[in-house]
C-alpha cells in the first residue's frame, strides 16, 4: 500500500481542484523542491492513486442543461442480463454515469440530455427499449449546490 504523508495528501488535495499546475507551483504551495514534488507525483500516478487528468465541461454551455438521476430495475439478476443492460448503457452517449448499487434497485445512472424531450426519447427508446428492464424511476436535478465530480 502506497504511503500518504501530508505531503502526498496536500500534492492530492491541490492536484483534485487544479490538474493543471505548474510542478514549480505545485512545490511551492507543499513546500518541496520541485524535483521531490515531481517525483511525488509520478509515484502517486505509478501506483494508481491518480488515475488521471480531465477537463471539467460545463454540460448547459454544451446543450445538456437537463440532468437526471435515473434508478433502474431489471427484470432477472442473471449475469447475462447484467452485462447486455450495462453494455446498452455503455453505448448511449447520453448516461455520463452508470453505478450497480444495492438496495431496491440495481443501477444508479447520471443522465444529461438538452431538455425534457430529449429525455423522454431516451427514457422510452434507450431505457424503455431494453427487455431485462422492468422499473425506472426518474429525479430531475433542479439545482446542484455542491458538486466535486472531476
Known amino acids: ?23 514549480i507551483e505545485l512545490a511551492k ?5 520541485p524535483s521531490a514534488c515531481l517525483r511525488r507525483v509520478q ?3 505509478n501506483s494508481g492513486i491518480i488515475m488521471g487528468y480531465r477537463a471539467i465541461l460545463n454540460p448547459e454551455k454544451q446543450g ?11 427484470s432477472n439478476h442473471t449475469l447475462d442480463s447484467q452485462k447486455s443492460f450495462e453494455q446498452a448503457i455503455a453505448d448511449s452517449p447520453d448516461v455520463r454515469e452508470c453505478h450497480n448499487v444495492t438496495g431496491a434497485f ?15 426519447r ?3 427508446e ?17 439545482e446542484s ?4 465530480r472531476a
Open 64 to 74: 445538456k442543461g437537463f440532468l437526471a438521476y435515473v434508478t433502474v430495475g431489471l
Open 122 to 124: 431516451f427514457h422510452a
Open 126 to 142: 434507450t431505457l424503455g427499449g431494453l427487455p431485462q428492464v422492468s422499473s425506472i424511476t426518474t429525479y430531475v436535478v433542479i
Open 29 to 33: 504551495k507543499v513546500g518541496l523542491s
Open 1 to 23: 500500500m502506497f504511503k500518504l504523508d501530508r505531503y502526498n495528501s496536500d500534492i492530492l488535495q491541490i492536484l483534485s481542484s487544479n490538474g493543471r499546475i505548474s510542478n
Open 43 to 45: 509515484e502517486l500516478e
Open 145 to 148: 449546490t455542491k458538486d466535486e
Open 106 to 120: 440495481e443501477y444508479l445512472l447520471r443522465v444529461e440530455v438538452s431538455d425534457i424531450n430529449h429525455y423522454k
